[in-house]
């Protein structure tokens, strides 16, 4: 088949919608297909200030990427005549108007901006430009009619919030993007101490033997419940000894997490790394004690997927879409309680050895080859 793929503008910086776009792109050239990514560029947003999402850059990004793409697509379509049109973003639903009489369907990797717009989170709030921007996706989304969701919890949010037909939203969950996997604890601690160089940590911190490490994966958003993390890790200190720190992969504390951290009296506790590479990431998932992911909400929960494709055991909140994607053996709590949280883990941890081996039989669901087939049965469902 010829797949025209559409992506995400690159100075977006959506680093795991730009990962799940080139998994598709790759995979499915090796499956023989002919595939063509297409996705928004810069160029009236060039002549600005630098370009930022935010202040006027991004509404000359708006200009970009929904007055001038989508004429771009509308040429491209008409050259390249693809048998299918995947939007691998539902949030480029909108490019829907585009596509012309081409078979066209969208990955639903979350409604939580969609949900926050209609006043359905009252932790985050959405200014009236972008509740506008966000019922434009979703009557986009209506209008696609032919939707894949990436967890059932996804799937159940796009089921009540567009109206569709069941057999039109497809369940089809993501493959690894990355081939994280277990490695010898040599070739683990090796870049783990060119990692706590580069952030002029102590590696001899995070030894075993002190107590080791949890890990944290995630931006900042209000959903990643980082102040629900940092209780979390000032209870079980606590309860176990010797006491594993706390590394956070992912943006800084904000000002005010960090003065939480301060006065629950684990400021010197918790290790903060930023942004890592792929291999240091899956070096941190193969040593550490386990994954620690208290999410309020989530579409799938990469970091889940990728722990356990790295034998690293998962202490995670007992909502969904974290109990799908964790599967029977992971660690389960409640969000909304902290101690009981850190109870929980603390109950586990002499399970640690057994959770592992668990977490690597329960990563054989995000095999790439798995959800590339999928999507090829989805296509061919949408090819006349």
């Given amino acids: 088949m010829k797949v025209l793929l559409i992506g995400n503008l690159a100075a977006d910086r959506q680093e795991s919608m730009q990962r799940f776009t080139a998994l598709l792109h790759s995979g499915l050239l ?15 947003a060039r002549l600005g200030p630098g370009y930022r999402y935010g202040g006027l850059p991004k509404y000359l990004g708006y200009v970009d990427k929904f007055m001038l793409f989508p004429r771009e697509l509308r040429r491209l379509i008409r050259s390249d005549r693809p048998d299918v049109v995947h939007i691998t973003d539902h949030s480029n639903a909108v490019y829907e108007s585009a596509v012309g009489n081409v078979p066209v369907l969208a990955t639903c990797h979350d409604l939580l901006q969609i949900r926050a717009a209609r006043g359905e989170v009252p932790l985050q709030t959405v200014g009236r430009v972008g509740r506008r921007y966000q019922a434009w996706i979703l009557a986009s989304l209506v209008r696609l009619k032919n939707l894949a969701c990436v967890s059932t919890r996804t799937r159940s949010d796009v089921l009540r919030l567009t109206g569709l037909p069941d057999r039109q939203v497809t369940l089809i969950l993501n493959g690894l993007n990355y081939p994280y996997q277990p490695v010898p604890a040599a070739t683990a601690h090796l870049r783990l101490t060119a990692l706590c160089g580069r952030h002029l940590t102590d590696p001899a911190r995070l030894d075993p033997a002190l107590g080791g490490f949890l ?18 890790h000032a209870h079980l200190r606590r309860l176990l000894s010797p006491a594993p720190r706390l590394v ?3 943006p800084p504390l904000t000002p005010a997490q960090s003065a939480l951290a301060a006065q629950l009296g684990v400021s010197e506790s918790i290790v903060s790394l930023g942004s890592v590479t792929n291999p240091e990431l899956e070096a941190l998932y193969n040593l550490a004690e386990g994954l620690v992911f208290p999410s309020w909400d989530e579409g799938f929960g990469w970091p889940i997927a990728e722990a356990q494709s790295c034998a690293c055991p998962v202490f995670t909140s007992n909502r969904a879409p974290m109990t799908e994607i964790g599967g029977p053996m992971s660690v389960y709590f409640d969000p909304e309680n902290p101690e009981q949280a850190a109870r929980a883990i603390a109950a586990a941890w002499p399970a640690r050895t057994a959770l592992r081996h668990h977490a690597l039989i329960a990563s054989r669901r995000w095999q790439p080859a798995l959800m590339l087939e999928a999507y090829e049965a989805l296509y061919r469902r949408l090819v006349p």
Wanted: hydrophobic letters at 45%.
């Fill in 215 to 232: 890990l944290h994966v995630g931006g900042a958003q209000w959903y990643k419940n980082r102040e629900g993390l940092i209780a979390i």
């Fill in 248 to 250: 956070i992969v992912g």
């Fill in 30 to 44: 090796a499956r023989g297909h002919h595939v063509t990514v297409c996705a928004p560029t810069l160029r009236l």
